[in-house]
């Protein structure tokens, strides 16, 4: 089957900074992509999402970038906080899948004060 | 905001025992999905419903069934409960616009199951 991996399972990053996580899918046919944030504790939490059809999108310090060509799915936090620190993860669907979506492991962010 | 509301945290139940996991959405959403998240495995999809009265297996559909008799809620069943099914289980809605099918998955906050 189709798979959704992130590039690295951890990442520490000081306050202030921004982030950077990024995600890999295998699906050329992937037309709708998620990216949701797990605290401690809680269930994953949608953050942002992007269509197929673009490249980019910005939410509030955050933004989503899309590189089709090389199947690559990347989430930016600008100037990173505490509150920050959880497990994010990026979820894509393919119309044939319709309404199934296929998750990442996860990025576990710790933020350092 | 969506509020996705599951009946319990945490529960402990026993080999062989029939459990049952109860969600329920407050948005009108015509879509509810049930999964577990297992370390190193991610979210895994067991069943989902489109509608009232309908179910659709997912990715891992044995050791459970599902019930949908109102839109607002799905529940989860354990059959039979196994040691292997202890698990974080989690449940999501959606809705459907006429215009654009996917639309975000909104989560619950998860129910801890353990089985002894």
């Known amino acids: 089957g189709e798979s959704v991996g992130l590039h690295l399972p951890t990442l520490s990053v000081q306050e202030g900074d921004n982030s950077i996580i990024n995600c890999a899918y295998s699906?050329?046919?992937?037309?709708?992509f998620i990216w949701y944030k797990q605290e401690s504790g809680k269930g994953p939490q949608f953050i942002i999402d992007?269509?197929?059809?673009?490249d980019k999108r910005q939410g509030q310090r955050v933004t989503v970038l899309l590189n089709k060509t090389v199947k690559h799915l990347s989430l930016q936090i600008a100037a990173t906080q505490p509150g920050d620190s959880a497990v994010y993860f990026c979820?894509?669907?393919?119309?044939?899948?319709?309404?199934?979506?296929?998750f990442g492991a996860g990025t576990t962010v710790t933020v350092r004060a | 905001d969506v509020k996705v509301t599951q009946s319990s945290r945490y529960l402990v139940k026993r080999t062989g025992e029939k459990v049952f996991l109860e969600c329920v959405q407050d948005?009108?959403?015509?879509?509810m999905f049930w999964y577990r998240q297992d370390p190193g495995l991610g979210l895994r999809l067991i069943y989902f419903?489109?509608?009232?009265?309908?179910?659709e297996k997912g990715d891992i559909p044995e050791g459970y069934s599902v019930s949908r008799e109102k839109k607002e809620r799905f529940s989860l069943i354990l059959e039979s409960a196994s040691t292997n099914q202890t698990s974080m289980y989690l449940c999501?809605?959606?809705?459907?616009?006429?215009?654009?099918?996917?639309?975000?998955?909104?989560f619950g906050d998860g129910t801890r199951l353990s089985i002894l």
């Open positions: 419903s489109y509608d009232v009265k309908m179910k």
């Open positions: 948005m009108d959403h015509e879509n």
């Open positions: 999501a809605s959606s809705s459907t616009l006429p215009t654009d099918r996917n639309q975000p998955q909104h």
């Open positions: 699906n050329s046919a992937s037309d709708y």
């Open positions: 992007i269509r197929s059809n673009m």
């Open positions: 979820a894509e669907t393919a119309r044939s899948n319709d309404y199934k979506l296929s």
